[in-house]
């Protein structure tokens, strides 16, 4: 498949005004974040974690790896507060980051569709770009602000983390797909991708719609990396069918 749209050397594929939606969607869903931020220990695992990262212990299985290191590390980087709260502030540093990088999708590819629609292509190019910011805005922060995304972004846990890498490995794949030729950003997002999976399982549904997006945008290369995967899946649900202590036979 041929390459889509791609920049020249000169450009830059996320321009200007795209780092400004996601400078404005970081900034606001921060200063949420820290004005409602947990001030100490508090419920749900958050005793737990608080232990283990800061004594670069173990929690509950699976153990969670990485957040463990990164809190352990971030504790240090943040001179001032109790380590309960400066914990928590990495959830939402994280979880910031994770709606500015919404952000920057959204803004990148608002304007891709400013370039291409008819409609939008009669517009002012000024009005076109407000419009775009907002949407990009707006959007990022209803994600930042739902209930889900909120609570676990001002508190001890994992899943602020996990939105992070997401949306890194998203960035990394999206950014792929208009130069296919420089793998290195696959690759990345995979890297990424996969040291996620030692932060929170629930990336591993990635596993097949990682190697279909690569397939939708290059053919050859999806055929090599999806069937092979789609095989040992359906190999595995095979054998689980057979084993009588699966997950299967007991209605998990």
């Known amino acids: 498949m041929s390459e889509t749209s791609a920049p020249s050397g000169s450009e830059r594929f996320f321009e200007r005004r795209d780092f400004v939606a996601f400078a404005i969607a970081f900034i606001v869903t921060l200063v949420g974040y820290l004005v409602t931020l947990q001030p100490s220990v508090g419920l749900e695992d958050s005793g737990e974690f608080l232990t283990a990262g800061h004594n670069l212990g173990v929690p509950h299985p699976p153990g969670y790896p990485i957040w463990t290191i990164m809190a352990y590390v971030w504790q240090y980087l943040i001179p001032f507060g109790n380590i309960a709260w400066r914990i928590n502030l990495m959830s939402a540093a994280f979880g910031a980051i994770a709606v500015g990088l919404a952000a920057l999708i959204i803004s990148k590819t608002g304007h891709l569709m400013g370039e291409r629609v008819g409609f939008l292509k009669e517009l002012d190019e000024r009005l076109v770009n407000v419009i775009v910011l907002a949407s990009a805005v707006s959007a990022s922060l209803m994600l930042a602000f739902s209930p889900v995304m909120w609570s676990q972004s001002v508190i001890t ?96």
Request: charged fraction near 15%.
């Open 157 to 252: 846990e994992v899943y602020a983390l996990n939105a992070f890498f997401l949306f890194v490995t998203l960035v990394l794949l999206y950014r792929w797909s208009f130069e296919t030729a420089k793998r290195w950003r696959l690759y990345l997002a995979a890297f990424v991708w996969g040291v996620s999976l030692t932060n929170h399982q629930t990336l591993v549904l990635l596993t097949v719609a990682f190697p279909t997006f690569v397939w939708l945008v290059d053919r050859e290369l999806g055929r090599d990396v999806l069937i092979p995967i789609l095989a040992v899946i359906a190999g595995d649900v095979v054998l689980m069918m057979f084993q009588k202590d699966s997950m299967i036979h007991q209605g998990a």
